[in-house]
């Protein structure tokens, strides 16, 4: 069975810092991995989809890196402002999921102090 | 496009009370799943649709029901509610295929006392 951990479970920064996120997964057979935002009292917003076939994904100040053999993605958020501040959770989609079930992780809460 | 609409927004329910939770997208997506978040923690999945008249369990099924009459709509109800349902529920829907990417809806927060 797929397991998705993300550690640390929050994560506190200065503003300008660079943020590292972490996500993990124990069955490598996955399609993709997609990383989502999530705001208090709101849904969940796509930031980055990256395929199995993809080493890295980008966009704006989001770097996305996968490595399927050793089961692990990381987010890279470049110099993080207080509008960062949000819960990050990634999900897996894997090859064998009926109806591309994607199976997530915790999430990393994040705050950015001003 | 609204994308994905959920309502009601919140809801307070009493024990052994019954409520149906709305989702409607308006994307003409194949797939839809419903999951419920509880403080702290990540989304579990509940019930999945692949298309209209086709559901299926998901992690945590017990004390809920779904029907899927038209691509637009999949509603979620919860019979003799308990307090173990109090949580936050989401809907959402993708294309089928495995490049992309799954949208939310904004989800309804449910206190059963």
């Known amino acids: 069975k797929q397991e998705v951990t993300q550690i640390p479970a929050a994560l506190s920064v200065p503003e300008g810092e660079n943020l590292v996120l972490n996500c993990s997964f124990t069955?490598?057979?996955?399609?993709?991995l997609q990383w989502f935002r999530q705001d208090p009292g709101k849904g969940l917003t796509s930031l980055l989809l990256?395929?199995?076939?993809?080493r890295e994904q980008t966009s704006g100040r989001l770097n996305a890196s996968l490595d399927k053999s050793s089961g692990r993605s990381t987010l890279y958020i470049a110099a993080s402002q207080p509008g960062d501040s949000a819960t990050y959770l990634c999900?897996?989609?894997?090859?064998?999921?009926?109806?591309?079930?994607?199976?997530f992780g915790g999430g990393t809460r994040v705050l950015v102090k001003p | 496009n609204a994308g994905v609409t959920q309502t009601p927004k919140f809801r307070i329910l009493k024990i052994g009370q019954s409520m149906t939770l709305q989702c409607t997208q308006d994307?003409?997506?194949?797939?839809m799943y419903w999951y419920r978040q509880d403080p702290g923690m990540g989304l579990k999945l509940i019930y999945y649709?692949?298309?209209?008249?086709?559901?299926d369990k998901g992690e945590v099924p017990n004390g809920y029901n779904v029907s899927r009459s038209t691509t637009e709509d999949f509603p979620l109800r919860l019979e003799l509610a308990a307090p173990s349902q109090t949580s936050v529920y989401f809907c959402?829907?993708?294309?089928?295929?495995?490049?992309?990417?799954?949208?939310f809806g904004p989800g309804t927060r449910l206190t059963v006392l």
């Open positions: 959402a829907s993708r294309q089928p295929g495995a490049y992309n990417e799954q949208f």
């Open positions: 994307m003409n997506h194949n797939y």
């Open positions: 649709s692949v298309g209209a008249g086709i559901t």
């Open positions: 999900a897996v989609l894997m090859i064998k999921a009926a109806g591309n079930k994607l199976t």
């Open positions: 990256i395929q199995s076939s993809q």
């Open positions: 069955d490598s057979a996955i399609y993709n």
